[in-house]
């Protein structure tokens, strides 16, 4: 008799349908596959023998590296933000268009991630990238042809 039984568990396939427990909610994206359940073993997981192909860009990090690449733009931004408004130029309108843009890029990624159904993440990426590529560019335009980002903020703190 296996412990999960001793102590009373039940295991995963009598509780929910053996094809619920194999769906694409519990193995999410991972290099890990899951066993079939049965009725008397747990699941456990199963590496992949697969050949990994190494992947340009972003998509090579782990998720850690990729979490520490936020963290640093994050960081940076407490530095970014304020040094606009104290060194004003074009160099820094620039910049704080290009961090705001990843920084919110970023924040929406976390946000499709989370919230966002497994069929439609494609379009959702897609429009993702559209909607960065809109922000940056207006945020650039709007720091070429105009006051540029800080001036303009200050300029709306005078309104008060």
Not at 38 to 50: H, I, Y
Request: aromatic share 10%; glycine share 4%; charged share 10%.
């Amino acid at each position: 008799m296996s412990f999960a039984l001793m102590r009373g568990f039940r295991p995963l396939s009598r509780i929910a349908h053996p094809s619920l427990v194999n769906s694409y909610f519990l193995a999410a994206p991972s290099s890990k596959l899951m066993i079939p359940a049965s009725t008397e073993t747990a699941l456990l997981p199963k590496v992949s023998n697969q050949l990994q192909h190494r992947v340009a860009g972003m998509a090579s990090l782990t998720g850690t590296d990729h979490w520490k690449i936020e963290r640093v733009v994050a960081v940076a931004m407490l530095a970014i933000i304020p040094g606009s408004f104290v060194y004003d130029s074009a160099f820094m309108n620039y910049l704080l268009a290009a961090s705001l843009a990843v920084h919110a890029h970023w924040g929406l990624d976390t946000v499709l991630i989370d919230y966002c159904p497994r069929p439609a993440l494609p379009l959702a990426n897609i429009i993702r990238y559209v909607l960065t590529a809109i922000v940056f560019g207006g945020l650039s335009y709007f720091a070429y042809n105009d006051i540029g980002l800080t001036k303009a903020m200050k300029a709306l703190w005078r309104l008060h």
